[in-house]
């Protein structure tokens, strides 16, 4: 989980703060030298995590702070704060060309993965209303056009293509061409991977931009490399000139401290993140939001965005009709568990919520194993006794188990875990009906 060990460590601090009435300066000089081991722990480049804690202390000893009825919740707000401006402040979006065409140059190191950054993005594009196509234009990896094509028709978006030409410009140029003709408003240039040390390949990289002049200069890199992917974003700035980086596999590093250093280096900021394998798995970074998951305090706009993606209108309204009237059925139940797994799972759900970081990976492995086992028993139930589970006699149960291969004693557990859960909502729909008829008598 990213920021693992860092959030670790700094909830310990403010936890050493909160618990103080009073805060001196010493008190103040204490928690700023855990936070500074903390953030190069945690790979933080040495020049901001010095100007970063220098900027902390300095508020933190402010009058307004020391003589607070609550200092070590202003110390953790001062942080909060801190973190967010070291990330970029707020979210920075992609800037879209006037004219309604809009062409994204991707670029990077070898490996980092902006063949699949690149359909990633396209899957967000379409999920946002536009209709992207991709260019294929690195021509030197083996199999690299393959490789996009089948990307392509994964996310369902069209792939420009033309194995006889060899030189990179070309083919973005035509592929920009070819994709404003035929209505498309956003053309993603997949190129090869190069060190931004080689000359001559970078020199390629102009000829690109040139060619097709990008509104978008995206560089993809590795959020598991840590400052070796600050250097390589510093050093393809200075010599292509980049808008915005998109950081992968931050989920993989829980560490994170290229995402905390990246835009005080370079002055570039991240606009994406990349949180999985799957191609729904590119996020808008909002630096408020992952300085507030850093702190443990959750990220509950980000949960609310991701259910709505997975929930339409018409769903949730039926779901809450169903509730009123007690008609909330195992099926209902089996259709909540997929739009959980849609979500990312157990995991990907704890990570957005207060506290969730601390909810241990293997109490997260036992949830997902029992999500695993009730699906399975619910899956070899008829639809009849999905809708009604009240006609689960013994004999019933018998096969349900051994169609699960569960024993009998799980089919119990569930169905007792399920009336539990009916007899909670009717209890809060009761409760909202009085509290409804108080407020109509008032």
Sequence with gaps: MAFEGLSDKLQGVFKKLRGKGVLTEADVNDAMREVKLALLEADVNFKVVKQ?????????????VLQSLTPGQQVVKIVNDELTGLMGGTNSKITY?????????????????????????????????????????????????DQLEVVGEKVGVPVFTNRDEKRPELIAKAAAEEAEYKGHDVLIVDTSGRLHIDTELMEELVRVKQAVKPHEILLVV?????????????GFDEALGVDGIIMTKLDGDSR???ALSVKAVTGKPIKFIGTGEKFDALEPFHPDRMASRILGMGDVLSFIERAQQNYDEAQVAELEKKIKKNKFTLEDFLDQMGQIKKMGGIAKIAGFLPGGAKISEEDIAKSEKEFVRMEAIMRSMTKEERDD???LNAS??????????????QINTLIKRYDEACKVMKHMTGA???????????
């Design 389 to 391: 589970p009240k006609i």
């Design 97 to 145: 060309s006037s004219s309604g065409f809009t062409v994204i140059l991707l670029a990077g190191l070898q490996g980092t993965g902006k063949t699949t950054t690149a359909g990633k993005l396209a899957k967000y594009f379409l999920d946002n209303g536009k209709k992207p196509m991709l260019a294929a234009c690195d021509v030197y990896r083996p199999a690299a056009i």
């Design 396 to 409: 019933r149960r018998k096969r349900i188990a051994a169609g699960s291969g569960q024993p009998v004693s």
């Design 222 to 234: 590795d959020a598991l490399t840590g400052q070796d992917a600050v250097t390589a974003a510093k």
């Design 52 to 64: 970063f804690v220098a900027d902390v202390k300095e508020k933190c000893l402010g009058a307004d």
């Design 432 to 442: 909202a009906k009085k509290g409804g008829r108080r407020r109509r008598g008032f």
């Design 256 to 258: 994170g401290g290229a």
